[in-house]
């Protein structure tokens, strides 16, 4: 069996009635030069952890696991936009506390393993649009919608012939230290 080395990352996923709230949204408010990213890759990263090894990822879960924070809410009403790499995202009104709580230590986490050392602090966000330049133009603002997250998953993110990038949950991990559903 081959030691290859995965693309991962921790992250929040968008339930069915956020992703069709926000494609609702783009496809009457928001025009583009080229299409928004797929819905079934839409999350908010809470840790990018590229190239990790087997046992890194083993320490990954079981770090993942220890960690104990609470259900919580995100509402987003706001978007934003990288000029430099043409990123248009959403990004929630407010990081609340339980956000950082979970965010800080996996991204503390992969610097310890020496993974990655993000030199970005952490800006949570739903990209929408990858590469796109200029901003898309927005004809109306996104109607504010809430997510409630109570769980985090580890996704391996590759590319496939068939579907182009996919983003694979791998691992999930109920918040409050529920266990894995």
């Known amino acids: 069996m081959l030691n290859e080395s995965k693309r991962l990352f921790f992250g929040i996923g968008l339930d069915d009635v956020a992703k069709e709230h926000i494609k609702a949204w783009l496809d009457s408010s928001v025009v583009g030069k080229k299409p928004h990213t797929k819905v079934q890759n839409w999350h908010l990263t809470l840790a990018f952890l590229p190239n990790v090894q087997p046992d890194q990822q083993n320490q990954l879960v079981a770090f993942a696991r220890s960690l104990q924070v609470a259900p919580f809410s995100l509402k987003f009403s706001e978007t934003g936009y990288w000029p430099h790499n043409g990123i248009f995202y959403l990004q929630p009104d407010s990081i609340p506390k339980p956000l950082s709580m979970l965010a800080e230590p996996l ?15 952490f800006a949570p966000h739903i990209t929408l649009f990858r590469s796109h330049k200029p901003c898309p133009e927005v004809a109306q603002t996104i109607p504010p919608f809430s997510l409630t997250v109570k769980q985090f998953h580890l996704y391996h993110s590759y590319q496939c012939k068939e579907y182009g990038l996919v983003y694979e949950p791998i691992e999930t991990f109920l918040l409050n230290g529920e266990g894995e559903s």
């Open 107 to 121: 991204r503390d986490k992969g610097s310890e393993l020496d993974i990655y050392h993000n030199p970005f602090s």
